[in-house]
């Protein structure tokens, strides 16, 4: 049942991706979880686990031949999976933005960062050039660029990789929406950088009352950032529940073998636990 106060709520989804042969391959299995407004969710795993397809198919992005098969995906009490691309669109940035992770695959290289960011503040209101300038000047020194009327005419080339991710940002939270998927979005990034990014993140999105989707393999990440963890591998869900319950207190065998493998400097150094391919139940706090 979805709750009067959730402004996410995810039940059941399951995505199959067409073969080659014409078989369909699961790749998102039984997953749900709900999301209260202004919570801040991190969803960890393994490559492949299907963290970034779980947030594709919330955003109506999902490859060609990928699609929802059943479940449901309720976005501020609208069913997401039920509306026609039209209407998905509009709510893309408008309700819900996306940070990707590759920002210099992700912003077009013959236009520049003023048109880039004009698209985003145009998409969803009418406005004046004078009007989309300030704006874009504005959201540019929000994520702090200097020299932002400058900037406008720059190409995405001319920026550093911690500069276009934070172009992206801008970009993202340019109407104010309600959810924010972060995939992966510092992983290009170097340590210091990374860490500007995300306390951008966490301002802006905390000044604008935005919930957020952490997708990330770094579990440090999650232990600082969210205030819950999910934790995927297969497509499913294993385990999931408070940050410092879930990362601290462990239940699911994977989990623990996830922290195991990840490196520690305040302990001798140790062989890495085998993650094999056995399954295990699902464990939800």
């Known amino acids: 049942m979805t709750s009067t106060t959730d ?8 995505v199959d991706i067409a073969t080659a042969k014409g078989g369909l391959r699961t790749v998102v299995d039984d997953v749900a979880f709900s999301l209260a407004p202004g919570e801040r969710m991190a969803i960890v795993g393994e490559s492949g686990s299907g963290k970034s397809m779980t947030a594709a198919a919330i955003l109506g992005l999902l490859p060609a031949r990928a699609r929802v098969s059943s479940g449901r995906i309720v976005l501020d009490g609208t069913e997401l999976t039920a509306l026609p691309p039209r209407q998905m669109r509009d709510w893309r940035g408008s309700v819900m933005g996306l940070i ?17 960011i004009a698209e985003a503040v145009t998409a969803h209101e009418a406005m ?29 080339h001319e920026f550093s990789g911690g500069m276009r991710q934070r172009v992206l940002i801008a970009m993202a939270l340019a109407q104010r929406p309600r959810l924010l998927i972060a995939d992966e979005a510092t992983t290009a990034l170097d340590v210091t950088i990374q860490a500007q990014v ?5 301002h802006l999105t905390s000044e604008a009352g935005s919930a957020v989707i952490l ?3 770094d579990l440090s990440i999650a232990a600082g950032r969210s205030d819950t963890v999910t934790v995927m591998r297969t497509g499913r869900i ?15 065998a994977y989990t623990q073998m996830l922290l195991a493998a990840s490196p520690r400097f305040d302990r001798p150094r140790k062989s890495l636990f085998p993650i ?9 706090r």
């Open 276 to 284: 094999d391919g056995s399954t295990e139940k699902a464990s939800v």
């Open 7 to 14: 402004l996410l709520h995810v039940e059941d989804l399951r």
């Open 128 to 156: 004046t050039r004078r009007e989309v300038k300030t704006r874009s000047c504005d959201l540019l020194e929000r994520v702090g660029i200097t020299n932002a009327a400058s900037r406008l005419s720059a190409f995405p």
């Open 238 to 252: 294993v385990e999931s529940g408070p940050a410092e319950v879930v990362l601290h207190e462990p239940r699911a």
């Open 100 to 116: 990707p992770q590759d920002p210099m695959a992700s912003l077009n290289p013959v236009h520049t960062i003023g048109w880039q």
């Open 215 to 217: 997708i990330t393999h």
């Open 198 to 202: 995300l306390d951008l993140i966490d």
